[in-house]
């Protein structure tokens, strides 16, 4: 499985935010559209990634006031990536050596997406669950052997 599989399902919906807007204008839109990140894009390129644990443990440095800080003294400038064509093993490992739980997706410089840890964990259960499913129905249809009873 791979990251297209996850996006196709997901859909396209991306929340952007540029570097130079105030910290609360961000925690404000997260807030409001129910979202942990936001993708921070500058001339039209990646610049970074601001999650709510960069929010928070900004809030914290500067005495539980946000201020006039600016998401670029927020973010995260050095957000993990992968592209569409990245294997969901792959991404799951990278999140979890990073404590990851959102990762852009981009296809050369394009934003093609924002997969989270829990997308991934659901896009697994999901493939367990059918997999589960053919098993036992191939199970079932095993055809009987001679002389051997089946419930």
Same mark, same amino acid.
């Given at each position: 499985? /791979? *990251?297209?599989?996850?996006?196709?399902?997901?859909? +396209? $919906?991306?929340?952007?935010?540029?570097p130079d807007e105030p910290l609360a204008k961000?925690? !404000?839109?997260?807030?409001?559209?129910?979202?942990?990140?936001?993708?921070?894009?500058?001339?039209? !390129?990646?610049?970074?990634?601001?999650? &709510? @644990?960069?929010?928070?443990?900004?809030?914290?440095?500067?005495?539980? !006031?946000?201020?006039?800080?600016? *998401? /670029?003294?927020?973010?995260?400038?050095?957000?993990? $990536?992968? $592209?569409?064509?990245?294997?969901?093993?792959?991404? /799951? @490992?990278?999140?979890?050596? /990073?404590?990851?739980?959102?990762?852009?997706?981009?296809?050369?410089?394009?934003?093609?997406?924002?997969?989270?840890?829990?997308?991934?964990?659901?896009?697994?259960?999901?493939?367990? +669950? &059918?997999? +589960?499913?053919?098993?036992?129905?191939?199970?079932?249809?095993?055809?009987?052997? !001679?002389?051997?009873?089946?419930?």
């Amino acid at each position: 499985m /791979r *990251v297209s599989d996850i996006l196709r399902v997901k859909g +396209n $919906t991306l929340y952007t935010v540029q570097p130079d807007e105030p910290l609360a204008k961000a925690a !404000e839109i997260m807030a409001e559209k129910d979202i942990g990140s936001l993708v921070v894009m500058a001339h039209g !390129e990646l610049a970074g990634m601001l999650t &709510f @644990r960069e929010v928070i443990a900004c809030i914290v440095a500067h005495g539980g !006031e946000m201020g006039r800080i600016l *998401v /670029r003294q927020a973010m995260d400038d050095h957000p993990l $990536t992968c $592209t569409p064509d990245t294997e969901i093993d792959d991404v /799951r @490992r990278m999140m979890l050596d /990073r404590h990851a739980r959102y990762m852009p997706v981009m296809s050369q410089k394009m934003l093609m997406g924002v997969i989270s840890l829990y997308d991934v964990a659901k896009a697994v259960v999901d493939s367990q +669950n &059918f997999e +589960n499913k053919m098993l036992k129905a191939y199970i079932r249809d095993w055809p009987a052997e !001679e002389g051997v009873e089946r419930d």
